[in-house]
């Protein structure tokens, strides 16, 4: 009995590891909904940081993480409504956005999503 446990344990491990996308939104393997863009400061160098939430579903716990040389510092954004979109300042927190950075978006019930500033700036 107990070698059947401990092997359908680890045969649910295995498939959370290598399931392919449409199973891993059943385990809850998946990236929030989110979209981010970024809109420059008018006098400052720097961006304000825009989330938006692309689903039907409410977002919890939505935290907005950047990363720089090894750094990191987290903004709480609390809850997205379906659909809703909230700017966010980064100096509020000590923080300017630049190249070369990331922004890792995490929510409850997701994994976390990171996505590398040149990717915004650029857009």
Same mark, same amino acid.
């Given at each position: ?21 449409? $199973?891993?939104? +059943? ?10 863009? $970024?809109?420059?400061?008018? +006098? ?50 000590? +923080? ?28």
């Amino acid at each position: 009995m107990t070698r059947y446990f401990v092997f359908g344990v680890g045969a649910l491990i295995l498939i959370k590891l290598l399931a392919p996308e449409g $199973l891993r939104e +059943i385990t809850g393997m998946v990236q929030p909904p989110v979209q981010l863009t $970024l809109t420059k400061y008018l +006098i400052e160098n720097g961006y304000y940081v825009n989330v938006q939430n692309l689903s039907d579903k409410t977002l919890v716990n939505v935290t907005v993480t950047y990363l720089w040389q090894g750094n990191s510092k987290d903004q709480w954004v609390g809850i997205l409504d379906p659909w809703e979109s909230m700017t966010i300042d980064p100096d509020r927190e000590g +923080i300017r956005v630049q190249k070369n950075e990331h922004i890792r978006v995490s929510s409850d019930g997701y994994v976390p999503k990171t996505i590398e500033t040149n990717t915004l700036i650029n857009q």
